[in-house]
């Protein structure tokens, strides 16, 4: 049960952090797209205001913080330090490439934001860090 709960507590805050990061990006204008701009693509939420947007971006994050928290178990024998860099930058690279809209991958690459690797590496890396420390403190086979 204690595992549970550390993941759900991670995983709010990793959410949290990465919402806050992505409107300080939007904001200085580092990425070329819009974080809420699902909403327009979606034209489910056109009527909802930008704050509620944030929160079910929030939500969205969250929910794929926590899935990703267990994912990132399967690597426990890997050194963290690799894994997150190479599942971040990878996982960056996609997540631009869908929200650029690009045709092909070489398009989205010279159109990448830095910051916004840099945050999702970070991001990444607290996760798996977090993971594979509680893992090894509490055992689930205990």
């Known amino acids: 049960m204690k595992e549970k709960g550390l993941s759900v507590s991670t995983s709010f805050v990793a959410a949290l952090i990465c919402t806050f990061l992505l409107k300080v990006i939007d904001l200085f ?3 070329k797209w ?3 701009g699902y909403a327009d693509k979606l034209q489910m ?3 909802v205001r ?3 947007k944030w929160v079910i971006l929030f939500i969205v994050v969250w929910f794929i913080c926590f899935v990703f928290y267990y994912i990132s178990l399967i690597f426990i024998k890997i050194p963290a330090s690799i894994t997150s860099l190479a ?3 990878i996982f960056a690279i996609i997540m631009e490439w869908i929200f650029l809209d690009k045709d092909t991958l070489a398009k989205t690459i010279k159109h990448l934001s830095i910051p916004f690797i840099c945050i999702v590496v970070m991001l990444v890396r607290f996760m798996m860090e977090s993971a594979i420390f509680h893992a090894q403190d ?3 086979s205990k």
């Open 138 to 140: 509490n055992p689930l």
């Open 29 to 31: 204008h580092w990425i």
């Open 87 to 89: 599942l971040g930058i």
């Open 45 to 47: 939420f056109e009527s």
């Open 50 to 52: 930008p704050l509620g």
């Open 34 to 36: 819009s974080p809420i």
